[in-house]
């Protein structure tokens, strides 16, 4: 039924303005998923500078969502605002998200125990098949292909937690870490040091599926210590300006 019900209020399909309004924030969360996923995958370089113009040919979206969207990545530290100069992709300051890691960890051991703990029959059958896909293709999947189940596994246990504000807390943290696992295994790790990062998720999943909390909160502890291994071979061995493609220019001359 749309316009007025029986009491003369309007639903959904009678209200321009509540449709707009929900078009509006569905086109915002759009722009932030397209943008979050160029980041991710540094086909918008860390350190490059650009323009609200360049997000929207880049997402093929138009300037509203686009600028909601950036006001939001820039609240997340994954964008940074440039007064009088546009944007710049925030860089990555590898002491500063190896610092971060410290809180991701504490965050994640609450989260998978919350999953543990709360998930449903639903939740712990969905996370055990993917499990099967993971140990089917762990020994040929690509870091993209990869990067799809990570943040369809996040979802899923956050959706076992059972707690909305988590999300909001930890999406953030997420992209930052895949952007500096895409970097580490493409330059540096490459597929064994992938089918590692796998394995660690196969345990997180396989502990939250038996409900054991302390397994759980375990298997999170050795993906963030794998994590952590990550940043000595970056800070060792990675060229800067793929961290920070300013420096391209200074390092040329």
Known sequence: MTGEDKNGTKDEDGNPQEKKRRNSVNLTELAYERIEHLIITCELKPGRFLSIQDLQRETGLSRTPVHQAVSRLAADTLVIIQPRHGLQIAPIDLARERMLLRLRRDLERFVVSLAAEHSTSTHRSQMLHITRILKDQRDTMAIGDFNIFDRRIDKLILLAAGEPFLEHTLRPLHTLFRRIGLIHHRNIGGAESLAGSIQSHIGILEAI??????????????????VDRMFDALERDIDPSILDSSLESLISL
């Open 209 to 226: 599926a038996k409900r054991n909390v302390a397994l759980a909160v375990e298997a999170s502890d050795q993906l963030i210590d794998y």
